[in-house]
């Protein structure tokens, strides 16, 4: 998919009512803090002596009852023919459900840690102007995530744990590990230099997964406003996955104002950046349109 | 995106936007499985080049042979956490030890045995095996005295710091007397691992005063040999059944040993530390304290 360069409006934009910080960027600050406060719960036992949540994101268990697995992981650990322990299939089954209520990307925009990287990649991207380097397609990471169950399933280990940038960072920010950090700075520049947004949108094969959990999600981004819509753009230059917002702000190929792509991360940036609170963030079967 | 602006080559006029686009779409599929197939394959290349466990690296107690850790492991860190001594440590990105998954080193810190098993209880997904419930069935590793050389006890000095940290005390390790040939006078008390009661808890290594551990513990694989699995050990199999399998066998003397052992039978077992025996008999036979000291008795271990 090819790049479209997209003008950056000047901060101050004529006409529009001033907005106060909280409104303009709420979505990112409740975002951020959900991604800090889960980390925390993972760091206040080993920081603070009270535990919350035990293990990481592939597998953990809550207040020594809720056990949580990465239902990804679960499928390559049964692609290589183990069968694990209830617990690790109880604790998929409550993610599962969980993301198929609520939104598959929900995990890459609340939860995930390398979300608030290549968010910075992105931010930086567009302040300093770099339209360098060339998008790989938006389909390789479905290809990617066939490989890694191929992978598993063909050396009986779980390959792409090896290398997985998303377990190996939050695995790193809560043990203290340092060599993660070389991947993670890899994905940095890469999104900076190479390709925009091009880990999360384009890559990343535990997003991926997700998104096919995304079909049925009750939480969605609708533009229910958007006659108002002037055409800035800014909703289009900030969103991770800019495809999603078309069919719902201008009707292409639908006509409810819902965001239903499952590639749509629920992240809300769309409407903290709109001017005329043309987005709103709302349930699956709100079809009111002003 | 643009494919209906930009006509195709005019050299092929025939073409149609609709298979131009086609045409698009074809490759950036093939890009984008080249590319994804190609990413899956250099993971699945690396982790099978660094599945090797290294030399000094332990599983927890009860975790599955190798290649079933790493099809069961999701390297949650449970087991690290719930190890109330840590002593469990999850490997870091470009350590030898599988990304992510939980080892000790012997040297560094020994495992604890502890009672209840707290790191195998809390694994998810059986990558430590519940099987597993008396600690002293665990087999972590196997402890090897790699180094005769440097080993106190092998210079004929009383160290004996493995064998009395050693938590399968005289099961696991055991002190083996032996003639000791330099002094000829003393013994040698060898510290000796059984394998069959050795958990591989590191304890022996961890103390092992040297600078540099003469015992050390391996993973088991890299430690134990095996017999083929038809041979029969015919020593046993005689006690077993009362009397040799295969009958009588013509007895030959045996030629070229002068001293103890000499004409003696070739299929009777000869016990090494028969040398104790002049000194019991010392205080009723008198001819053995004449021996004048520093006579070697020829015989070696």
Not at chain 1, 179 to 200: H, K, N, P, Q
Not at chain 2, 230 to 237: A, D, N, Q, V
Not at chain 2, 258 to 280: D, F, N, Q, Y
Request: glycine share 8%; aromatic share 6%.
């Amino acid at each position: 998919m090819a790049t479209i360069p997209i003008p950056i409006k000047p901060a101050a934009a004529a006409g529009a009512p001033a907005r106060s910080l909280w409104q303009r960027q709420r979505w990112l600050i409740l975002r951020r803090t959900s991604q800090l406060l889960i980390l925390l719960a993972f760091l206040s036992g080993p920081w603070f002596g009270l535990w919350i949540a035990k293990g990481n994101l592939s597998s953990s268990l809550t207040l020594g009852v809720l056990p949580l697995t990465d239902p990804l992981l679960l499928l390559q650990t049964l692609a290589t023919g183990h069968v694990p322990y209830s617990a690790a299939l109880t604790g998929a089954a409550i993610v599962l459900v969980f993301y198929l209520l609520f939104g598959g990307r929900i995990f890459c925009s609340w939860v995930c840690p390398v979300n608030v990287v290549t968010d910075a990649a992105a931010w930086s991207r567009r302040r300093l102007g770099i339209k360098t380097g060339r998008v790989p397609d938006a389909n390789t990471r479905y290809w990617l995530l066939g490989g890694t169950l191929v992978a598993s399933a063909l050396t009986g280990a779980l390959a792409w744990e090896w290398v997985n940038p998303v377990s190996l960072f939050h695995r790193a920010l809560i043990f203290g590990m340092g060599g993660a950090m070389f991947v993670i700075g890899g994905i940095f520049l890469y999104d900076l230099l190479v390709a925009s947004r091009g880990w999360c949108g384009h890559l990343c094969p535990v997003g991926a997964f997700y998104g096919l959990l995304g079909k049925t999600a009750l939480v969605r981004v609708a533009a229910p406003n958007r006659k108002a819509c002037d055409d800035c753009m800014d909703c289009f230059a900030v969103c991770p996955e800019p495809q999603v917002i078309r069919p719902a702000l201008k009707k292409v190929g639908q006509e409810s104002p819902l965001i239903l792509a499952s590639d749509c991360t629920t992240c809300g940036r769309c409407i903290d950046v709109c001017d005329k609170q043309v987005f709103k963030m709302t349930h699956r079967f709100d079809q009111r349109s002003e | 995106m643009d494919t209906g602006k930009k006509p195709a080559r005019k050299v092929t006029e025939a073409v149609s936007p609709a298979s131009a686009a086609r045409r698009k779409f074809i490759n950036s599929v093939a890009a984008a499985a080249g590319g994804g197939c190609l990413l899956a394959l250099g993971a699945g290349l690396y982790s099978k080049s660094a599945s090797a466990l290294p030399a000094q690296a332990l599983r927890p107690p009860g975790a599955l042979p190798e290649p079933d850790f790493l099809a069961a492991c999701v390297r949650c860190g449970l087991c690290v956490r719930d190890c109330p001594y840590d002593i469990l440590k999850l490997s870091d990105l470009g350590d030898t030890v599988a990304t992510g998954t939980p080892y000790f080193t012997a040297r560094k810190i020994a495992c604890e045995m502890c009672e209840d098993i707290p790191c195998v209880k809390a694994c998810p997904t059986g990558a430590l095996d519940r099987e597993l419930t008396d600690i002293n069935q665990a087999r972590m590793g196997l402890a090897a005295l790699v180094d005769h050389e440097s080993c106190l006890n092998f210079l004929g000095l009383r160290c004996d710091v493995c064998y009395r940290v050693c938590p399968v005390i005289d099961k696991a390790i055991t002190l083996e007397t032996q003639h000791n040939p330099r002094s000829d006078r003393h013994a040698m008390l060898l510290p000796t691992v059984h394998s069959d009661h050795c958990t591989g808890c590191g304890k022996c290594e961890k103390s092992c005063v040297l600078p540099e551990a003469a015992i050390k513990v391996f993973p088991r694989a890299l430690a134990q040999g095996a017999l083929p699995a038809h041979y029969r050990k015919g020593w046993e199999e005689k006690a077993r059944h009362g009397g040799s399998l295969i009958g009588e066998q013509v007895e030959l003397p045996v030629r070229g040993f002068e001293g103890p052992t000499a004409g003696r039978s070739a299929t009777e077992t000869v016990l090494a530390p028969s040398a104790p025996a002049p000194a019991v008999q010392a205080p009723s036979a008198p001819a053995a304290p004449k021996t004048p000291p520093g006579v070697n008795s020829h015989w070696k271990p």
